[in-house]
Structures are given as structure tokens and as C-alpha cells.
């Protein structure tokens, strides 16, 4: 078993997904309560995470020095490093440059913990923080580093201590998993008993959650919603209702496309409602984006309790004997502030956007896999393709792709050119290879010159995205020949556009959706 101590990092759960693949249990623990519960189940390694503090600033975070000395290694990283490079005895300072998104790493020094890592050949590592450890801890030496962290890595191999400022449990940075698998096999000596069973563990979760209650299932025709529908209707049949909200916030035709697939492809009843007329006025004058993502979050509980009472009769009050099942997965949580010491990146909808005094029971199976994961249970489930690839959409839809108020108008302009950002990219064979590829109707006028007239027009920006598991995304490289097909169409078949624009945002420090 290996432990994680969470410094509040958004990637924190991601270690432990990274170890968990590689077959070792880990538990993630506060850094109050580490050195107690490490003494309890003695680990075979501790992960210091990365954290959004400074250890010299108000508001650090450190551990029990004692951690240290348990004769257990230990693995800083980011965050960590810095713990490991105060806590050690070296000096740490704020950075002239920030180091946000990706970078080359290079390797100075053998160590097991590279060890099948090519020496002095530099490799992609992302990073996110500013501060650095200046001097290393006495008897500390160095591992490697990238063009501005001069000690980007180092180790006390006595001691079995490591610290590496970059995040090895991002997909974007090479070297990741081997980086893992030394630390936990060569250098922790784990056992490998590999991972097995994960839909029967979902099922039996469903099973002993559920009991005899009735339940609702709220599907968007993503993968996440489909897989927990289809999995909890295997386990409680009619008891379960699956219902789909058209909140009139979906890209173009996808309540219809929605529609076919459940009943040919699944072959799963589905209920939809069509709730447009209340979502839009509930949204309208609005500009913030996080009270569009609460009251979006409120209108779906609303329209799931009508639904409840519909189910279960009124004289029983609300319904106790109903629950509602989410597919949620670890990214809404974590970025909605899902652990003691992260941050609120955006309330997700249905984490933090939900209110809480509502009289549903939540029930979220997926709540600590991630996407990939997810892809692969519906791929063992044999899902047809379009439910599986299926480009990840947002909860509160095309109003996250609207800057500012959300209006009739502006959701017919954008459907329209997601429309064609979409045919585009099929048609030149990458939607498979793309995490996702969107529109945004960005709400800047600017000026254009149409069949020789001054036409002041809408700005439409174009997004698309490389990510694995979500928390780290880098802007798809599309060929200049597709982009010039989208600008041209978009400008030509939809009559309010002047401008396209593409967005060349890496996450961080951009998040993918632009509310
Ligand atoms: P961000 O914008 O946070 O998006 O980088 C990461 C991924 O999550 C999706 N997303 C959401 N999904 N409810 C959801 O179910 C939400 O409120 C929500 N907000 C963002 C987003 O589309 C991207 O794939």
C-alpha cells in the first residue's frame, strides 16, 4: 500500500488512479492526520502531492518531520518538492518565471527512480508552480532539471527521498508511469497483483447502494451517464427510470440522436422531458458563469423531483424510497473543490452546482474512475462507437460556450457552427483522435466588410482539444486545410459571423470550456 498525502493539488487523485493501474492500493490522507494514520497501516511508500500554497506563505501546509525519518521513501512532487526541499533543510524561493503547461526535462544523474530513462536526453514534463527549491538540503543531490528549475529533481538515495518538481501522473508528461512504477516497484518493493473485476465492483456498489428504492438516472448521452444507466438497469431493471432532459442547451440534433441510440442501440427505456422554455428563462439576464452552472444545477434537481413525484406517490412525502444516480466521475469533483485543501476551479453542475437540500439521495458509482477508465468499461460493455467516442459535452451544455447571457439567438448561431466545426473534423477523419473540438459563441461584436458594406458582426472562436483524463489538455494541432474549411463556412453559412478565431490555450492554465 502506498500513501498520498494531499497538499490540495488538482492531480492528487490522479496519483493514486496512476498507482491503482499499476496494481497497488494507495489511500490518500490529509496532511494533519498523515503521520497517525501511515503509523497505522504502515505503507510501503508516501507521495507527497503538489498543492496551490507556498511553503513559506501564510497558508503553508507541511507534515510531521517525523515522516521522514520512519524509514519509509518518500516521493515529492511540485508541491511536495518543496515540502521535502523546507522541511530537509534547503532553501526555496519564489521563481523569476512561471512554469505553467509543458516543458523539456533532462535527466543529470543515474537514480532508480530513472532508471530505463534515457540519461541527458531531455523529455516532455508539464508543470504548474512558480516557487522553486534555490539550494538543496545538505546531503541532497541533484537529479535534473529543465531550462529555468535548476533543481527540477533530487534525491537523498540513503534515505530513499525523492522530489521532483514536475507532475509525473499527467498524461501529458512522457516518462510518467515508469517514473511511478520504479518508485513503487524498485524502489518501495511493492508486489504486483494487478487490477481485475471492475464492473462487478460497479454493480455490486449499485446493489448494496440501492437496495429496494426506485431510482431515477439522470442521462445526457455522454459515456459516463450511459454506462451507469445501462449497468444500473442490469441490476434493478423497471425500478429504474432513465430520464433525459432537453433543456434546449444540447447541440444540434442531439435529443434526436440521443433518442435512436438508447432505444436501437441499448435498448434501454429512456424518458425525455422537455424543459427548454424553463431553462432559458430561468437563465435569462445572467452573465456569471458560475451562477449560470448553480441555477442550471438547481433546474435539473427541480425537474428531477417533479419527475419523483410522479413516481412515488405524493402522500408519501418526497421521496424516500427514491434516489437519483449520476454518472459524475473524479474530474467534476475534484474541480468543483472535491478535497480538504484544493481550490474551486468551476462548480461542475452536478457536484457543487446541485443544491443540497433537496430530498433525492445521490448515488455516483463513477465518482472515482476518469474518463479513459470509463471508455474502457463501456468497450468491455460492447457500447456502440457513437456513445463511446462520443466528443465529452458539459453538463450545463452550449451555455458554458456562451460568454455572457444565454439568448435564443445565440444558441441557434452557435448549434449552427458547432454544426459545422464537427462535419469538418469527421470529414477529415480526426473526431476519433480528438478529446474534444467545439464552438464559442464569444460574445464580441467586431467589425467585418460583406459584399463591399461594413457589417458588424458575431466572433465565433473555435476549440479543440488532447487530453487523456482531463485534468492536464494541450490544443490539437489541426491541419491549416480545416481550419481554413471551418473559418470559410462558418463565415458563409451563418449569416450573423464575421470572424472565426482559434483558441491555442493549453489547460493549464486555460480550462477547457471557456465558462
Ligand atoms: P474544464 O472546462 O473544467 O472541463 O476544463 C473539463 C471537462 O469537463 C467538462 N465539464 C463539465 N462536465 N458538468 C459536466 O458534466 C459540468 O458542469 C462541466 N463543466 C465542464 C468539459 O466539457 C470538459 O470535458
Known sequence: MITIIDFGSQTTHLIGRRIRDLGVENEIVVPGEALAL???????GIILSGGPASVYG?????????????????????????????MMGGQVASGTKKEYGSTTFEIVKKSPLFEGINLRKEF???????????NLPPRYGRLGHTGTVANAAFSDEKRKIYAIMFHPEVHHTENGNKIFSNFIYKICKENNAGRTGVISEIEKYIREEIGDNKVICAVSGGVDSSVVAYLTYKVIGNKLTSLYVD???MRDDETKEIKMIFKDKLKLPLKVINAKKEFLEALKGVTDPEKKRKIIGRMFIRTFEKEALRLVPPAQGIPK?????????????????GTKHSVRIKTHHNVGGVPKNHGLKIVEPLRSFYKDEVREIAEKLKFPKEIIHRHVFPGPGLAVRI???VTEKKLEILKKADKIVVEEIKKAGLYDKIWMAFAIFTNIKTTGVVGDERKYGETIAVRAIDSKDTM??????????????????????????????????TKPPGTMEWE
Open 38 to 44: 501511515i503509523n497505522r497501516s504502515r505503507p510501503k
Open 58 to 86: 501564510k497558508e503553508a501546509l507541511l507534515v510531521d518531520k517525523k515522516i521522514f525519518n520512519l524509514g519509509i521513501p518518500v516521493l515529492g512532487i511540485c508541491y511536495g518538492l518543496e515540502v521535502v526541499g523546507h
Open 124 to 134: 516532455t514534463v508539464w508543470m504548474s508552480h512558480f516557487d522553486q527549491v534555490t
Open 247 to 249: 433543456t434546449g442547451l
Open 321 to 337: 424510497k427514491l434516489m437519483l444516480i449520476h454518472g459524475t466521475i473524479y474530474p467534476d469533483v475534484i474541480e468543483s473543490a
Open 403 to 405: 460568454v455572457g447571457e
Open 472 to 505: 492536464t489538455a494541450d490544443w490539437y494541432e489541426l491541419p491549416y486545410p480545416v481550419l481554413r474549411r471551418i473559418s470559410e463556412r462558418i463565415t458563409t453559412e451563418v449569416f450573423e459571423v464575421v470572424r472565426v478565431v482559434y483558441d491555442i490555450t
